[in-house]
């Protein structure tokens, strides 16, 4: 008898959780808080929620990578399956976290969860749909969107604006990047 | 695409080290992340110089943060390079980690020549153009210069880029880590820049801006009593008053001092023991002689 697939990933989320890299959301929250602390006197400009928004985002989708995946390969469990069990064990942890940082922090106090998420989901995009020599670098997405987001600052024209959807419209972001997520289910 | 280290006696490390230093700038150098950070600085340059002619001394001001995308690749890319040291292969290698890591440095020098170039160019043409606006009536120029010192401050930034990339890379177990812990160090240092203008903690900034605004205790009724030598700051929405705008090439060179001690410390840690102690003690010293230095330029 074949177990039912949520079953087997059931079974599986604690030695997943295990072989979770934690290293990268841990670094980034703790660096988030020492950095918070260091410039909370500094002018309120948007910088510090764009960098925790593209930290901790950053730091989910590098949990996707899988150190077995060439082993797992063979399992019955399909690579989005898994792809996707793995990121909402990360999210389980790295979302109070959020919360917590954005509730005791000033610098990111009122950062709405959305544009966080949509950072993370279109950093999950790029992961699906990244050949695999450059899924590496899927992760950089959110780092170097936000960047270029606060060189450009809205002073782009419709580009500009483009690159701030991310936290002026992340209704789009968010959605665009689940139909990515979607239309690639099979990769 | 793995390069192999042609096969050189060890008896000549240095020769190891420069085949090594070679082969690991080609890697940087073609490094993705670093076509992103000059990219990203130049669109921000084109921008600046799109800056509105009535906005005084902004283009001065903004021309030292210019390249922080290209200072973020850097470091970025000389982490790469350190964490590979991680690589079961390294134990199978015929040279010390001392030379491994002297090569690898040795490529993250090519990353500081492509800055100090970028720089030295962006210097020649703000001069052969004759300098920038600074300051406001009747304690304004139209031809503020670059001091040497203040150019340079890019090719030390991309110095402790190296130091920064080569302590992450080496020293975090996980790639990951090593690349979110170098962005959130660097984002603030280059975004909320504008944080560590003041007087108190200008010394400790990472890029420093100048002029510093230096407040003026007995505020004159005709600003054209001040000094003639002094630029100024005319009251505002962020002053109440009339500021001294306070511009030096040695405080730009004890901040390089600063930055080259923080670039020893850092590549301390990366290397193995024994150059460790050496460079961490002289960072430690040369940094703390740096910010002590600014702080008595500083008026």
Request: with cysteine; charged share 10%; hydrophobic share 55%.
């Amino acid at each position: 008898m074949t177990a039912a697939p949520a079953l087997v990933l059931a079974g599986a989320t604690w030695p997943a959780a295990r072989a979770v890299t934690w290293a990268p959301v841990i670094v980034a929250d703790g660096a988030l808080v020492l950095v918070a602390a260091l410039t909370r006197r500094a002018p309120e400009d948007g910088t510090m929620p764009a960098l925790a928004c593209a930290t901790t985002a950053a730091a989910c989708v590098f949990a996707l990578h899988d150190r077995g995946e060439v082993l797992l390969a063979a399992v019955p469990t399909g690579p989005m399956r898994r792809r996707l069990h793995r990121l909402s064990i990360v999210v389980a942890v790295a979302a109070p976290a959020w919360l917590l940082m954005r509730a005791v922090m000033p610098g990111i106090r009122g950062v709405g969860v959305l544009p966080v998420l949509a950072l993370m989901t279109a950093g999950v995009a790029a992961a699906v749909w990244a050949p695999s020599p450059a899924v590496g670098g899927a992760p950089a997405l959110p780092l170097l969107w936000v960047t270029a987001d606060s060189v450009v600052s809205g002073s782009l024209g419709p580009a500009g604006d483009v690159l701030g959807w991310w936290r002026a419209e992340p209704w789009i972001v968010l959605v665009s990047a689940l139909l990515a997520i979607l239309a690639g289910r099979h990769r | 695409m793995t390069v192999l280290a042609p096969l050189v006696a060890t008896r000549r490390p240095s020769r190891v080290v420069l085949a090594l230093g070679r082969i690991e700038a080609h890697r940087m150098l073609r490094h993705p992340v670093l076509a992103g950070g000059l990219v990203l600085s130049g669109v921000h340059g084109w921008l600046t110089l799109r800056f509105p002619d009535d906005w005084s001394g902004a283009r001065y001001t903004v021309a030292p943060m210019l390249l922080g995308p290209v200072m973020i690749a850097i470091s970025m890319a000389v982490a790469g390079s350190f964490h590979r040291e991680r690589t079961e292969l390294v134990a199978d290698a015929p040279v010390g980690e001392e030379v491994r890591a002297g090569g690898r440095v040795l490529g993250g020098l090519a990353l500081v020549a492509l800055v100090t170039l970028i720089a030295a160019v962006a210097a020649i043409v703000i001069r052969a153009r004759g300098g920038l606006d600074l300051g406001d009536a009747p304690g304004r120029t139209l031809h503020a210069q670059f001091a040497l010192t203040e150019v340079l401050q890019q090719p030390s930034l991309a110095v402790l880029a190296v130091g920064a990339g080569a302590a992450a890379g080496r020293r975090l177990r996980s790639h990951g880590s090593a690349l979110l812990l170098l962005f959130t160090a660097w984002f603030p240092t280059i975004y909320v820049v504008w944080g560590f203008q003041g007087r108190g903690v200008v010394p400790f900034s990472i890029i420093q801006l100048q002029p510093v605004s230096l407040p003026i205790t007995t505020q004159a009724a005709d600003p054209s009593q001040y000094p003639a030598s002094w630029l100024l700051s005319e009251p505002g929405e962020y002053q109440s008053g009339w500021m001294r705008l306070f511009t030096s090439g040695s405080l730009a060179g004890w901040h390089d001092v600063y930055l080259l001690g923080l670039a020893a410390l850092l590549l301390g840690v990366a290397l193995p023991r024994g150059p460790r102690v050496v460079l961490v003690s002289a960072g430690v010293v040369a940094a703390a002689v740096g910010v002590t230095m600014q702080y008595l330029v500083i008026p």
